[in-house]
C-alpha cells in the first residue's frame, strides 16, 4: 500500500549543481504532477503528465524539466539549481474522473545554498 | 488579486471546540471543491469533495460551498488535537484530477 513514494527526503545543493528528484506510483494512476510549496505561496504547479510519453508546463515550470517515460514514474530534473529553487516539492497522482483526487507523496526538501 | 484567499493564522482552540475554517475565491467557474489536510512534514490527503454548491457531512466534519458568495467552509466538530494540521482548501474548474488551484492553507492548533 506504499501510494506515491518520493526520494529523497532531504537534500542539500550547491548553486549551480543538479540533480534529479525521484516518485514513483503503484496505482496505475494515468495523471502525475510536480509542485513546489513555498511558505505563503501554497502549491503551485511545476509539470504535469497526462500519461506515458505526454508532459505539459504547469504554473512555474521555468529551471526544471521532466520526463514519463513508464506509466509509474515522473522524474524531475533541476538543472543548475539556483536559491529560488529551496522548497519542498511534492509528486502527486491521480485517475481520470472528476471526482477522483489527487494523491500526494511526503515531498522532497531541498535547499540550495 | 489571488483566485484563492485563505487565511494563514494560526488558529489556536481547545479541545473540543468547533472550528471553522474558511476560504474565498474570484473563479465563478470553478465547480469542484476539496479540502486537504497537510501534517507537518507530510504531503497533503484528501479529507473532504464537494461538486457545486450545498453541504456534505463525514463524520466530525462538515464542508460548505455558496457559489453565489464564492465562500466555502470547513467545519470540524467536537475537535481534537489530532486535527492539528494545516487545512488547505482547493479548487477546479473540471474536477479533482484536473488543474487545481490550492489556497495557501490555515495552520490549526487544537489545545489538550
Known amino acids: 500500500n506504499a501510494g506515491v513514494t518520493q526520494t529523497p527526503k532531504f537534500r542539500i545543493l550547491k548553486i549551480g549543481q543538479s540533480m534529479t528528484l525521484q516518485c514513483a506510483q503503484d496505482?496505475?494512476?494515468?495523471?502525475m504532477y510536480w509542485y513546489r510549496q513555498d511558505p505563503g505561496m501554497g502549491l503551485k504547479l511545476i509539470y504535469y503528465?497526462?500519461?506515458?510519453?505526454?508532459?505539459d508546463k504547469g504554473e512555474v515550470p521555468n529551471g526544471y524539466n521532466v520526463s514519463r517515460s513508464t506509466t509509474e514514474d515522473f522524474p524531475l530534473r533541476l538543472e543548475l539549481a539556483a536559491p529560488s529553487q529551496t522548497s519542498v516539492y511534492f509528486c502527486?497522482?491521480?485517475?481520470?474522473?472528476?471526482?477522483?483526487?489527487?494523491?500526494f507523496g511526503d515531498g522532497t526538501r531541498l535547499s540550495i545554498l | 488579486q489571488k483566485e484563492v484567499e485563505q487565511d494563514p493564522g494560526p488558529l489556536s482552540v481547545p479541545e473540543g471546540a468547533i472550528v471553522s475554517l474558511n476560504c474565498t475565491y474570484s473563479n465563478s467557474a470553478f465547480q469542484y471543491f476539496m479540502w486537504y489536510r497537510q501534517y507537518s512534514r507530510k504531503g497533503p490527503e484528501l479529507l473532504m469533495y464537494?461538486?457545486?454548491?450545498g453541504n456534505k457531512e463525514d463524520g466530525r466534519f462538515t464542508a460548505q460551498v455558496d457559489k453565489s458568495s464564492k465562500y466555502i467552509s470547513l467545519f470540524i466538530r467536537d475537535s481534537q488535537p489530532s486535527d492539528s494540521a494545516t487545512y488547505l482548501c482547493?479548487?477546479?474548474?473540471?474536477?479533482?484530477?484536473?488543474?487545481?488551484?490550492f489556497g495557501i492553507g490555515t495552520k490549526l492548533q487544537v489545545i489538550p
Open positions: 464537494t461538486y457545486s454548491s
Open positions: 496505482m496505475n494512476h494515468n495523471y
Open positions: 503528465s497526462v500519461g506515458a510519453g505526454i508532459t
Open positions: 502527486a497522482s491521480s485517475t481520470v474522473g472528476v471526482s477522483q483526487p489527487q494523491h
Open positions: 482547493a479548487m477546479s474548474v473540471s474536477g479533482g484530477y484536473q488543474k487545481v488551484t
